[in-house]
């Protein structure tokens, strides 16, 4: 399921990031990978704060869509 | 001279090191992407002393927008005698993925872990010795802010820097290893320097290196073909940059040790989120945020006290003489503070500033001119021409320190780049990411830094549209007209409250930003808005040192702006105003034959529409000039009234009452211009429109200019400026007289947008067809 709708406070695994390639390598660089962790902090009309590593991260509606987690 | 870079990611405390080392006061803020441009300065206590190189904060050396590729090219193609890698110890793992990637470039390198004093307040431990040997490069633990550990550093840095270091990966335990192996032997049979960093950054298909390798590509792409994996497929940069982080997880993460041991937990910083950043709320406090700036800055009734409690002046407590002076000096101290109200801060300090300080020091100075046996022309020029201007000009320096001083807070703690994500989701409407918000706020403060600040936005369109719109974002220099003509209005006509005017022309601004955005970005400057993305840093409490660094150079700049580029026009506007074409000097009474009354008058009556052209008779001119004045720099427009209002006052003789033309932020300068040419108070409001919007100042203009790079595209700027001021004030100057005409310009404006709704969707039925 896409993070938007994600359950939050919980750890969850990234199996899936379905954006454009050049946006795709910038989530990379910030930690958010395929087979990485993820856990969402709040969502809220499809912006999505997530905590990846140790940094915190907005990602508004068209990214936090794409983003699918297990 | 040895040259040492820093690099890292951003808002990891890169221009604070860079500060501290070189006791610089470059611009430091909490949130991500305030250096857009290296910075040089020069560290002194090494053996030999070390220029030392501030790039963009960068989150890999494959760049995402154009402040990342300054980063990317200077350690790549200048090659640096040693990188200084900050990390950010608070978030290591994600700072040590650029660290995997600077490793593979054949530089010196050293490892700075900074905010060790956080990690070490939150109770946690790094293992700096593990790290170091995991990673094959010296690793020092510093505070950049509290100056720890500096010297152990460029110690560090400055004996790493005498050797060389060869380029090592740590995917050389991935399935990736061979694929790479390959292409390195490949490069490096062409001569291509620093064959590893090129190969690895081949086969995450990084668009700059494909760009540089074209002849390469399809010998990498057979290799790659051979590749296998079941989870990737054949995305590579995907699996390079999985590979990395499992590296690091595995091999450098051990080096930290958290006290706390559950996996997840609420930082004080995320609790502060979900009230700052909640759905429905987080508009609202920012507004309110926003007002209680405007109001501890501008307001003459500090929450209200004196209308809640109608409070007695001092006239009523029988504190003044009869010609409404002070008794005596504790009365005029105790009227900068109350009258009537409780001032607000703000007030306070500028009534502190005016008129027991700027105001007492140009009396006195003025009296000695005049006392002296200088010739007339002379004491004219010196008094009314370059004290006048001076003096108004630096009675501004108060609201401009005090509200730059909010803003500061503001960043510094974090929660500008929470405005920016919870004003994302308005500003898409208007066809700009959340990200176009940072640029715009620095308006505030000043353009120029404003618009080199665009260069974090990664769309070109997005950034071309918000490079246009900064100037409506009031900044500094424009304060002065707005507070001068506001106060004017008020306390001429008696309707309305200064701070109020003022809140709501800083409003106007934004709502013809918005307006014209929207225009732009569906007709000339039409494009999909860029994603939006950011690191929220964790808030902070400001750093005075920080804080006072910011005012210090915020003074600097105005001051040396007000003693050169002002005082030149000044002068040059006092010689136009004193001199007839055939170059007579002229009395201040005979202003209306003067050089530069001569060419006003012809431009007149463009301005009319505006409400400052032919309507205003023979002295409407002055509100022409002050508004060109202007285009050289905005506090121009002040000074100018300052220099014209007294040659008006002994041209028209007009009984000026108690008002003193050269004091006090020009409001009573403008009110003997409005009391000599008449003008409306929708023709004030539109004049302070028409600056507020038109072609910024020199500087702003020159950087518009640089940062646009296209000669079409700036001309285009320049065009939009003036259409946008004229429509504007136009607007506002018409419907103020006669109500009616709102009507019109409703018709005029849904027309307009009905036209372009049509044509974009005609537009998007071709491509349909197509």
């Known amino acids: 399921m896409p993070i938007v709708i994600a359950p939050k406070n919980s750890i969850l695994r990234i199996v899936r990031i379905a ?16 087979n990485g962790e993820i856990t969402v902090l709040s969502a809220s009309g499809g912006t999505v704060v997530c905590k990846v590593k140790d940094g915190r991260i907005a990602l508004d ?8 987690v297990a | 001279m040895k040259r040492f870079a820093l690099a890292g990611n951003p808002n990891c405390g890169k221009t604070t090191l860079f500060n501290s080392l070189t006791g610089s006061t470059a611009h430091v803020g909490n949130w991500p992407g305030v250096t857009v441009d290296k910075r040089d300065g020069v560290y002194k206590k090494t053996p030999e002393p070390v220029a030392i190189v501030d790039l963009p904060g960068i989150y890999s050396l494959s760049p995402y927008t154009p402040e990342e590729v300054i980063a990317r090219n200077y350690i790549l193609d200048e090659k640096p005698d040693c990188v200084i890698n900050i990390v950010d110890a608070t978030n290591l793992e994600r700072n040590l993925y650029l660290t995997t990637q600077i490793l593979e470039i054949d530089v010196p390198m050293v490892i700075a872990l900074n905010m060790m004093d956080e990690v ?63 292409v390195r032997i490949a490069l490096k049979g062409q001569g291509v320097k620093g064959p590893l960093f090129h190969a690895i950054k081949l086969v995450e ?245 404003a618009m080199i600040n665009t260069r974090t936005l990664a769309d070109d369109k997005e950034r071309t549209a918000t490079v246009r719109v900064i100037p409506f974002f009031s900044c500094g220099a424009k304060l002065p007209i707005l507070t001068a003509v506001a106060g004017a209005i008020v306390a001429y006509f008696g309707v309305g409250n200064a701070d109020v005017i003022t809140f709501l022309m800083y409003l106007l601004g934004i709502v013809t930003a918005v307006v014209t955005v929207l225009l732009m970005r569906n007709t000339t400057l039409k494009g999909e808005t860029p994603p939006f993305i950011m690191e929220l840093p964790a808030y902070h409490a400001p750093q005075f040192k920080n804080l006072m660094a910011h005012l210090w150079d915020k003074t600097k700049h105005f001051v040396k702006k007000a003693f050169t580029i002002i005082l030149a026009s000044t002068i040059v506007i006092w010689f136009l105003t004193h001199f007839s074409f055939n170059w007579h000097f002229l009395e201040d009474e005979a202003i209306n034959e003067s050089i530069l009354a001569g060419v006003s008058q012809l431009v007149q009556p463009i301005f009319t529409p505006l409400g400052f052209g032919s309507q205003l008779g023979q002295f409407g001119w002055v509100f022409v000039v002050a508004a060109v004045a202007g285009l050289i720099a905005k506090e121009n427009v002040i000074a100018t009234f300052a220099t014209l209002a007294s040659c008006l006052v002994a041209m028209a003789n007009l009984n000026i009452g108690g008002l003193d033309i050269a004091a006090e932020e020009g409001i009573d300068a403008v009110q003997a211009m409005i009391l000599a040419t008449g003008i409306s108070v929708p023709a004030l409001i539109a004049f302070i429109a028409f600056n507020m919007t038109t072609i910024p100042c020199f500087a702003a203009v020159g950087t518009a200019k640089a940062e646009l790079g296209d000669k079409k595209r700036f001309n285009g700027t320049l065009i939009f400026w003036i259409t946008s001021s004229y429509a504007v004030a136009a607007m506002i100057y018409t419907i103020g007289s006669w109500w009616w005409t709102a009507f019109i310009w409703a018709a005029v404006a849904a027309a307009a947008t009905a036209l372009v709704v049509l044509k974009n969707k005609r537009a998007a039925k071709t491509v349909k067809a197509v």
């Open chain 2, 120 to 182: 070490e307040k939150a109770g946690d431990k790094i293992d700096a010795e593990l790290l170091s040997s995991r990673l094959g490069v010296p690793v020092v633990k510093i505070s950049a802010l509290k100056e720890n550990g500096l010297k152990d550093l460029m110690e560090t840095a400055y004996a790493a820097s005498l050797k060389e270091r060869v380029g090592t990966t740590v995917l050389e335990e991935s399935s990736l290893a061979h694929l790479i192996g390959d």
């Open chain 2, 205 to 449: 298909n990084d668009s700059i290196e494909v760009e540089m390798h074209k002849e390469t590509i399809p010998m990498i792409d057979e290799f790659k073909a051979t590749h296998e994996d079941d989870v990737f497929g054949d995305d590579f940069e995907a699996l390079v940059a999985d590979a990395r982080y499992k590296y690091i997880s595995e091999y450098f993460a051990p080096a930290l040790s958290k006290k706390k041991q559950e996996k997840f937990s609420m930082s004080r910083s995320d609790k502060a989120d979900k009230v700052l950043t909640h759905k429905v709320w987080g508009i609202p406090i920012f507004l309110v945020i926003l007002f209680a700036i405007f109001h501890l800055t501008f307001s003459e009734d500090f929450l209200y006290l004196g209308a809640i409690f109608k409070l007695p002046t001092l006239e009523d407590l029988g504190l003044l003489t009869e010609d409404a002076d002070p008794l005596h000096y504790g009365v005029r101290l105790l009227a900068c503070i109350y009258d009537g109200a409780v001032f607000s801060p703000g007030v306070i300090i500028n009534n502190i500033w005016n008129n027991m300080l700027v105001g007492e020091l140009f009396g006195r100075l003025g009296g000695l001119v005049e006392g002296s046996s200088m010739a007339p022309w002379a004491v004219g020029l010196i008094n009314n021409g370059i004290f006048d201007g001076i003096s108004s000009v630096l009675s501004f320096l108060p609201p401009i320190l005090v509200l730059f001083l909010f803003f500061s807070i503001l960043e510094d703690s974090g929660y500008m780049a929470r405005i920016a994500f919870i004003l994302d989701r308005m500003f898409r409407r208007f066809g700009l990411s959340g990200r176009a918000f940072m640029p715009m706020i620095m308006g505030f403060g000043c353009s120029v830094p």
């Open chain 1, 61 to 68: 509606r068209s990214i936090s869509t794409k983003i699918f």
């Open chain 1, 19 to 34: 954006t454009d390639e050049q946006t795709k390598k910038h989530l990379e660089d910030l930690g958010i990978t395929v």
